[in-house]
């Protein structure tokens, strides 16, 4: 199976692991919403409150969906749409502490978007310069 096909498919798992916390641990959102009207109403599991509940519920989903995005840009050769999903998540969380994107702004999914981000760049990078050093076909 060739590489940019494995990322796609590793992005899809990541998507659907996160959704699955949601639909199981969290509350009814938007996306859920399709879930009521196929008449599919999973119990939501209660979980004690503390650091790792909070991590589960709210900080883990989060960073399964940059993580999946990311793999996704992976394996486009556009270098443009790459920086974009870079950029898209930790925009959006800034846009929320101002107001402008609706939802909850949370430092700590900041922090987790810049350390995923952080390793996509290093990556990238890491994969450039190993092309840059295959000999010219």
């Known amino acids: ?3 940019d096909c ?6 899809v798992y ?5 959704a699955c916390i949601y639909v199981l ?13 196929l008449g599919i109403h999973p119990p ?15 900080v883990l989903p989060d960073a399964l969906w940059v993580t999946a995005l990311l793999l996704y840009a992976s394996s486009l050769k556009l270098r443009a749409i790459r920086i ?4 898209m998540a930790p925009l959006f969380e800034v846009g929320q502490l101002f107001g402008l994107v609706e939802g909850y702004f949370d430092f700590i ?12 760049i290093l990556q990238w990078k890491r994969k450039e310069k190993s092309l840059q050093r295959l000999p010219n076909s």
């Open 1 to 3: 199976m060739k590489r």
């Open 6 to 11: 494995k990322l796609r498919l590793a992005s």
């Open 14 to 18: 990541m998507l659907l692991l996160g």
């Open 25 to 37: 641990f969290r509350e009814p959102v938007i996306f859920t919403e399709p879930l009521k009207h």
């Open 44 to 58: 939501i599991i209660s979980l004690t409150n503390g650091l790792w509940s909070y991590i589960l519920k709210f």
């Open 84 to 87: 974009l999903a870079l950029l």
């Open 109 to 120: 999914d900041l922090i987790v978007y810049i350390i995923i981000t952080t390793f996509f």
